[in-house]
């Protein structure tokens, strides 16, 4: 399944590790804001998702201000990399800003066709897809960002414009599907 720019964005209902954000478990209606929804697929193993949690915890807040909703999604399979269990997104959840979700059947990393960690979506006030991929050029290195597509994007969203870039492929670890 592919998820294309227009497309809805598919529903969930997750249980929560953030105890500090939102809901036990969060619906997708419970995680939008009037301007729209920022989903972020990340886990607590990926070195590139270290590298980026306080860019994550800037794009949290970037997000809460223009009245965004903002939620990470861990779908990875625990087996594979224990570090990205339940138990440990609960520890992890402790310095996050956001809801931080569990995926366990993986259903949601399918239904948005999410392939890495980080992997943002961006979605409308109607909760059209607007923008999907990478936070910005280097991921490992804030440093050494060139380009800021997602923030690109949101700016465009909130003036009612398309952005320029509405696709670009995600820089981080592969998705951990299950066997």
């Keep these: 399944?592919?998820?294309?720019?227009?497309?809805?964005?598919?529903?969930f209902d997750l249980k929560n590790a953030n105890a500090s954000e939102g809901?036990?478990?969060?619906?997708?209606?419970?995680?939008?804001?009037?301007?729209g929804l920022i989903v972020v697929f990340e886990c607590?193993?990926?070195?590139?998702?270290?590298?980026?949690?306080?860019?994550?915890?800037?794009?949290?807040?970037?997000?809460?201000s223009n009245d965004i909703g903002f939620v990470g999604i861990n779908s990875n399979d625990p087996v594979v990399y224990p570090n990205d269990s339940y138990e440990h997104m609960v520890k992890r959840a402790e310095n996050m800003s956001y809801p931080y979700l569990h995926d366990d059947s993986q259903e949601i990393a399918r239904a948005y066709d999410a392939k890495r960690t980080p992997e943002f979506f961006l979605f409308d006030e109607h909760?059209?897809?607007?923008?999907?991929?990478?936070?910005?050029?280097?991921?490992?290195?804030?440093?050494?960002?060139?380009?800021h597509e997602l923030?690109?994007?949101?700016?465009?969203?909130?003036?009612?414009?398309?952005?320029?870039?509405t696709q670009t492929e995600s820089i981080g670890c592969s998705v951990k599907w299950k066997q």
């Design 44 to 64: 607590n193993h990926c070195p590139y998702v270290i590298a980026s949690i306080s860019r994550l915890e800037a794009m949290s807040a970037e997000a809460e």
């Design 23 to 35: 809901s036990a478990q969060m619906t997708l209606e419970q995680s939008r804001k009037s301007k």
């Design 1 to 11: 399944m592919t998820l294309n720019i227009g497309d809805l964005a598919p529903g």
């Design 151 to 165: 923030h690109d994007a949101i700016q465009a969203m909130l003036q009612g414009q398309a952005p320029a870039v």
């Design 127 to 147: 909760l059209k897809l607007v923008y999907k991929g990478r936070m910005d050029d280097s991921p490992r290195d804030p440093t050494q960002a060139q380009t």
